[in-house]
């Protein structure tokens, strides 16, 4: 009997499916493929950081139709939704006056993957990926475990631009509940491709660390 493929969106709605209003969430350890950047995420080296990301994701998927093994554990799945961790430049944050330039922001982005890839089994994907799509940003990947722990989060919907309401929101949740946002840098979890949705619907997951 087939095993049912595992969807994100149906089997890890905790994580990635929250309701307009903050909640309190812990967090446990991922793994993750990511690659750090500055700048405006509006401009060309954005996308391009993006574009990177997922050719090695989607190997990882396909291997068992591409190369005729499953790695030990392997299990279909739907491949996760982009997330960024997002802060401002040192220099920033000297003169920082609530008023955000998107050319001093500091991201890392990455795709989460299944508990089955293991560093080795990365490294193999990761050269085989290096051969069939050369791309000079596939160095500056990282295949890590990240462990954010007791965060607050919501869903927000609307303009990446009108997220600044949303925080407000979260921040004021936190207060109420005697807990402090560690500091301003903040996790977003795409739900939605703003290259085909319109500001006003996109959907993704606000998230930041209290203590």
Known sequence: MKTPKHEWRKKEKTFYLPKAKPEIIDIPEFKFISIEGAGNPN???????????????????????????????????????????????????????????????????????????????????????????????????????????????????????????SFKIMEEFAESKNLKRQSKVHREIYLSDFRKVAPEKLKTVLRFKVE
């Open 43 to 165: 401009g060309k080296f954005f996308s391009d950081c993006i574009s990177v990301l997922y050719p090695i994701s989607y190997a990882i998927k396909m291997t068992p139709k591409t190369m005729k093994i499953k790695p030990n554990g392997y299990f279909d799945y739907t491949v996760y939704p982009l997330e960024g961790v997002w802060d401002i430049t040192d220099e920033a944050k000297k003169t920082f006056n609530g008023q955000l330039n998107k050319d001093d922001l500091v991201f890392k982005i990455m795709i989460r993957q299944p508990d089955f890839v293991t560093e080795a089994f990365y490294q193999e994907m990761f050269e085989k990926t290096k051969i069939k799509k050369p791309d000079v940003l596939l160095d500056r990947l990282v295949f890590e475990n990240i462990k954010e722990g007791k965060c607050i989060q919501m869903l927000h919907i609307g303009s990446y631009d009108d997220e600044p309401t």
